[in-house]
């Protein structure tokens, strides 16, 4: 192939910062940081409510609203005003390009938040799946006035898919309450709505405890970060005094450990950036294990190719490092672009991920498997594949109910072999999701990577 080969890069010098023991010095003067993805059916608001968070979080001024507006005015489309916001978004305003997973940070006093967004124009459904598998948590989006479509469609697609990708957390926003008929702001209308979408929650496998439901309107913006007034239609969700913003920070999840910190590197590419000025080559992605400072060696799988780390940022702010539990962009040296793609892992040279064509899988069914082939969704990563093999039937504890058994049904748990059609990396414990004819048809965990 003929490729230019890489610029030539100035040399980084190595600080030899001892990560983990800065880290537990920091961390507890630091905030606490915690991302989310937003989940709902097409037009119930999620676009329009995270505007309105980053605006009255003070992450967007006003100043930019009120030029959004202008323009969305002249269109005859006003009341999309806040949803550009997120249409345009800080990763892609500063880097010119756009992004398949869009971050946009905001802060409050004791939390520093990533809202994790997979535009809907394309590829939504594997987008969706890297986005929430780097998510602490998820935030349902729930239009008030959508009774019964609420639980439906889109809605139940994405919930079955942060629970397939191992989320826990839900805080639940029932929104467009300003618009409730026949009057605003109804309070039966919200009862309902809650109760429908905890059942639903709860059925979906999701712990009662894990779940909060705050009652909002994105659009004029009561309850997003501010309690509406004590007095009028809205008087009762003042009395609630739970915010989304107050619900997000309650969710936040405790840090990850010290011990995942020194683990050898791990680091799904969520999305490569080229061509940028100071960095021509940045990933950007959820480090699960480790830690990454300039001059570190790292190998890209699975290319197998060496890079050097030239620099750091962690909630879109340059550090002098980054840990587990992070989301992070690594700036790269002394690699040619074309050995990285998003889906890669970004891990320790000297203790890499491995590279299979198969893999064991605990597999939940969600329909009936045979051997048949399937998408595989490996976090960001997504590849033509086939079960090739049911191995056995399980129950809960994992001992063998059956083995090699004709069918799995839905609802069972089985052992499965699955094959990919490219060399994929992969680690014992990670979550797989198979999908098939556009539906999800299972998801679990890697068994084994050596099948
Ligand atoms: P998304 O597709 O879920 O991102 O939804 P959008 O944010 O694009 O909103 C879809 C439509 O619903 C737009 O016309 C919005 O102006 C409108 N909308 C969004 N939030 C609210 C709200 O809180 N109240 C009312 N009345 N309309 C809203």
């Not at 605006?55 to 100043?63: E, F, I, M, N, P």
């Amino acid at each position: 192939e003929n490729t230019p080969s890489a610029p030539a890069q100035p040399k980084v010098r190595s600080r030899g910062l001892d990560v983990p023991k800065l880290w537990a010095e920091e961390k507890s003067k630091r905030k606490a940081s915690a991302a989310f993805v937003v989940i709902g059916h097409v037009d119930h608001g999620k676009s329009t409510l995270m505007g309105r968070l980053l605006l009255d979080a003070g992450a967007v001024s006003q100043r930019d609203v009120d030029r959004y507006q202008k323009q969305a005015t002249e269109l005859g489309k006003s009341s999309f005003a806040l949803a550009w916001v997120m249409d345009t978004g800080t990763e892609e305003r500063e880097r010119g390009v756009t992004v398949d997973i869009a971050q946009h940070h905001f802060s409050t006093d004791s939390v520093a938040f990533t809202i994790l967004d997979a535009p809907g124009h394309r590829d939504f459904v594997p987008n969706m799946i890297g986005g929430a598998s780097m998510a602490d948590l998820a935030v349902l989006v729930v239009d008030a006035n959508q009774l019964e479509s609420g639980m439906k469609g889109q809605t139940r697609e994405h919930v079955l898919l942060a629970k397939a990708v191992g989320l826990k957390r839900i805080v639940v926003a029932v929104n467009k309450l300003d618009s409730t008929a026949p009057n605003a702001w109804s309070q039966d209308m919200f009862q309902e709505v809650k109760g429908n979408v905890v059942k639903f929650l709860g059925e979906s496998g999701f712990a009662k405890e894990d779940v909060m439901v705050v009652p909002c309107s994105g659009l004029s913006g009561e309850n997003v970060a501010k309690a509406p007034e004590a007095s009028g239609p809205a008087a009762w969700v003042a009395e609630t005094d739970l915010t989304l913003l107050k619900a997000l920070e309650q969710s936040v999840p405790s840090e990850v450990s010290g011990d995942a910190l020194k683990r050898p590197l791990r680091m799904q590419v969520a999305d490569v950036f080229r061509g940028g000025i100071t960095n021509p080559l940045s990933v950007s992605g959820r480090m699960t294990a480790g830690n990454a400072q300039a001059a570190d060696a790292v190998l890209v799988q699975p290319s197998g190719e060496t890079a050097a780390v030239r620099g750091v940022e962690v909630n879109g702010e340059p550090r002098d490092y980054a840990v587990a539990g992070q989301i992070c962009t690594l700036h790269l040296t002394d690699i040619d672009p074309i050995h990285i793609r998003s889906g890669d892992v970004v891990c320790s040279a000297a203790q890499p991920v491995s590279v299979v064509t198969s893999f064991l899988a605990k597999i939940e069914a969600l329909d009936s498997l045979l051997p048949q082939s399937v998408d595989v969704h490996l976090g960001r990563l997504h590849v033509a594949g086939n079960i090739s093999q049911l191995v056995a039937t399980v129950d809960t504890k994992g001992e063998t109910l059956k083995k090699k058994p004709r069918m799995v049904k839905a609802g069972q748990t089985a052992l499965l072999k699955v094959t990919v059609e490219d060399d994929v990396p992969v680690e014992d414990g990670e979550t797989v999701v198979l999908r098939a004819q556009g539906g999800t048809v299972g998801f679990g965990t890697i068994e084994r990577t050596s099948a």
